[in-house]
């Protein structure tokens, strides 16, 4: 029983409720509420498959109703709205990006054919949120030590995925969207802010990124022009995806940083020679 009590104590809070997570399972069951209401023609396909007078459950989609469970339960540990609205923010602005950059180019289309659909937009941000507590758990459990070993692990990972990448678009090569779409991701791989935290957020992302594309490509809410359920570009690309944000995260935090520290220089430079001249008097 000591053991037991001493292990329990050790381990880290990392299912917490708190005030922001109200906030954020709100916003989320909100934002589910608002695409059906908007969208309902959507929601009438999709309840459409199921045969509610006979074996319903049978027609049911479990692996939808698990991702929903599965992201709304880690949104709400540990939420912080402080850093989990930049979060939401950069997610929905690269999200609009990507999708706009896959239905542009013809890599992906969705069966309601828009280009892209915003009613998958909220989708990103959410999931980014979920990948961030992913994260979290594994950078906890995970050995921080032996720095190279993650280096090496990082760079196999990286360099096969922008293969892969190269593979998979170019077909697509000819498009601005896709140029740009290489060169954010070599500056990515190429810059690394932190080996192992840059390989955990990546192996997150690929992870979940995986049952979301399992069930979008074989519900076939969208399709890729390969058209397998899944292809394993769109699996890493939820991993690469997560590593753009949380980058793009840091970056934000940096200027903002840099913004307040210049915006205060005036002051203490008008305090400090208000001191000097009441020194000399």
């Known amino acids: 029983m000591i053991r037991y009590n001493f ?4 381990l880290p809070p990392l299912i917490r409720w708190t ?3 109200t906030i ?4 989320f069951l909100l934002v589910i509420f608002l695409i059906m209401y908007i969208w309902w023609p959507l929601a009438q396909d999709y309840l459409a498959y199921v045969d509610w007078h006979g074996a319903w459950w049978l027609y049911v989609d479990w692996l939808l109703i698990g991702i929903f469970l599965f992201m709304s339960v880690t949104i709400v540990a540990r939420a912080d709205l402080r850093t989990d609205g930049l979060i939401v923010l950069v997610a929905t602005v690269g999200g609009l990006v990507i999708e706009a950059w896959g239905t542009q180019t013809n890599l992906w289309f969705y069966y309601t054919s828009e280009r892209p659909p915003l009613w998958i937009i909220p989708a990103w941000p959410i999931a980014t949120l979920s990948i961030d507590r992913i994260t979290r758990a594994l950078s906890y459990f995970l050995p921080k030590e032996n720095k190279h ?7 196999l990972t990286f360099v096969l995925f922008y293969g892969l990448m190269l593979i998979f678009v170019s077909p697509t090569l000819n498009k601005s969207y ?3 779409a290489l060169l954010l991701c070599t500056i990515l ?3 690394p802010a932190d080996y192992r935290m840059t390989f955990l957020i990546f192996i997150a992302g690929a992870g979940l990124g995986y049952f979301l594309e399992l069930w979008g490509t074989t519900r076939q809410c969208w399709t890729y022009y390969t058209y397998q359920t899944p292809p394993l570009f769109a699996v890493l690309a939820h991993g690469i995806a997560a590593v753009a944000f949380w980058r793009t995260g840091l970056l934000l935090k940096k200027i903002v940083a840099r913004f307040r520290l ?8 008008q305090i400090e020679s208000s001191q000097s001249t009441g020194h000399e008097e």
Do not use: D, E, H
């Not at 210049?262 to 430079?269: A, G, H, T, V, Y």
């Open 178 to 180: 896709t140029v740009l």
């Open 7 to 10: 292990m329990m104590q050790k």
């Open 19 to 21: 005030r922001s997570s």
């Open 189 to 191: 791989i190429f810059t």
């Open 149 to 155: 070993t993650y280096q090496v692990l990082y760079w």
């Open 262 to 269: 210049l915006r205060n220089q005036p002051i203490k430079s």
């Open 24 to 27: 954020l399972l709100s916003g």
